[in-house]
Each structure stands twice: as structure tokens, then as C-alpha cells.
């Protein structure tokens, strides 16, 4: 029986990733780092109010086997580029960090289609360089997943992003051969790919597009 840690469990992965693992057999206690209380009790369940810009105070609480990130924010909700960055990059990195010094096997984050340090795009630039960075990491099993236009009830409302949602998914049929990734794809499945993907202890560094976590997380 193992133990998952979890940063980002309120949103609209992680949400669903929480109940998922809360479910599971494969783990007999799930962590979770949040900034404030998420009224989710269970037995399994350890959750710590934390300030996520003063990690090291909680060096000792990240211990267990498999991490799972799914934080992530917008620079419409985080206000700017730099507080963006903050969440999407330097939160994962300090954690990650944590991880590896307190020997965590597994370490298995949410990115971005197409997510390239050297990209342009702002988005996608600090999506690379997490991703280059954890490629650095000498976790046992590192997994990056690239989801593509996320389905779901998310907490807070992106017009840009039910929009596009919607057109996506009436074009649906289009989405075949070399553009299949850009298919949208259900929240809920990227955490069933999730959970099925840390089982298989996979050994260095991984990455996994959209098309392949849908059918990781229908099986």
C-alpha cells in the first residue's frame, strides 16, 4: 500500500484526482498540500494548510511514493506574468525539489500541449521549462502529461475556454491522425491516466500527449 501526495487537488484534475485516490486500494493514505481548508474528510485523507511561498517549513510532511502535481493557474486569475510563473513553475520546482531530497519515487505532473521552454508564448515557455527542469531530476519515474483543451466544471468560469470547448467538440470528428492530441479531452480522464500510469512504474523520464492519456484513462 502506498501513499500519494497531492498539490492542486481543488482544481478541476485534482479534484477529481483526490476522489480517485481517496478510492483506490493501491493507496492506504493520500496527502494533500492546500492553502486553505477544502472540507473534504475521509481516513485516508492528511491535508495541510501550508503558505506555498514558505515550502521549507514543510519539508518533513512530503514524504510517501508517488507525487502527483496538477497545479496550474491563468495570468487572467493570477493577476500577472510573474504571479503566473510563481504557481506553474516555481511551486512545482520547489516541491519537486522536496520530493527528491525526502526520496519520492514517483513524481507526475500536468503540462501543456505543446509546452516548450523556448516557445514565445508565455504559457507554453513555462510549461517547457518545468518540464526541462524535471528532466533534470533523478526521481526513479518522472511522467509529464500533456492534456489538450481540458473538459469539465471547473471552480472559476473561463469564457475563453467554453468557448473553445464548445466549437471543439462540435468539430470533434476532425480530430484524426497527426492532430488526434488536440482533441479535447475530459478532466476526469487525465486523473484516471493519472492513477493508472503511477501503477505502472515506469523507470526515467516520460512524456505523454493527449491522445495517448485518453486512452490510458478509458481503460
Not at 505532473?109 to 518545468?130: C, M, V
Not at 488536440?182 to 480522464?189: F, L, M, T
Request: with cysteine; glycine share 6%; charged share 25%.
Amino acid at each position: 500500500m502506498k501513499t500519494a501526495l497531492i498539490i492542486g487537488s481543488t482544481g478541476l484534475i485534482g479534484s477529481q484526482l483526490l476522489n480517485l485516490l481517496l478510492e483506490s486500494t493501491e493507496y492506504e493514505k493520500v496527502i494533500t498540500f492546500v492553502k486553505r481548508d477544502s472540507g473534504i474528510q475521509h481516513p485516508k485523507l492528511r491535508q495541510h494548510i501550508i503558505d506555498f511561498d514558505q515550502q521549507e517549513n514543510y519539508q518533513n510532511l512530503v514524504v510517501g511514493d508517488d507525487f502527483f502535481c496538477t497545479i496550474g493557474t491563468t495570468i487572467k486569475n493570477a493577476g500577472s506574468q510573474e504571479a503566473f510563473r510563481k504557481v506553474d513553475f516555481e511551486y512545482p520546482k520547489e516541491f519537486a525539489k522536496i520530493a527528491l531530497q525526502n526520496k519520492v519515487k514517483q513524481f507526475i505532473i500536468i503540462s501543456s500541449l505543446d509546452a516548450l521552454s523556448t516557445s514565445s508564448n508565455f504559457y507554453l515557455k513555462t510549461k517547457g521549462e518545468i518540464e526541462d527542469f524535471l528532466r533534470k531530476c533523478s526521481f526513479e519515474s518522472i511522467v509529464i502529461l500533456r492534456p489538450s483543451l481540458l473538459l469539465g466544471n471547473r471552480k472559476e468560469f473561463r469564457l475563453g475556454e467554453k468557448i473553445g470547448a464548445f466549437f471543439m467538440k462540435l468539430f470533434s470528428f476532425i480530430f484524426v491522425g497527426k492532430i488526434k492530441k488536440y482533441k479535447p479531452i475530459q478532466g476526469e480522464d487525465v486523473a484516471k491516466a493519472m492513477i493508472s500510469i503511477a501503477q505502472k512504474n515506469y523507470k526515467g523520464f516520460h512524456i505523454i500527449e493527449s491522445d495517448a492519456i485518453q486512452e490510458i484513462g478509458n481503460k
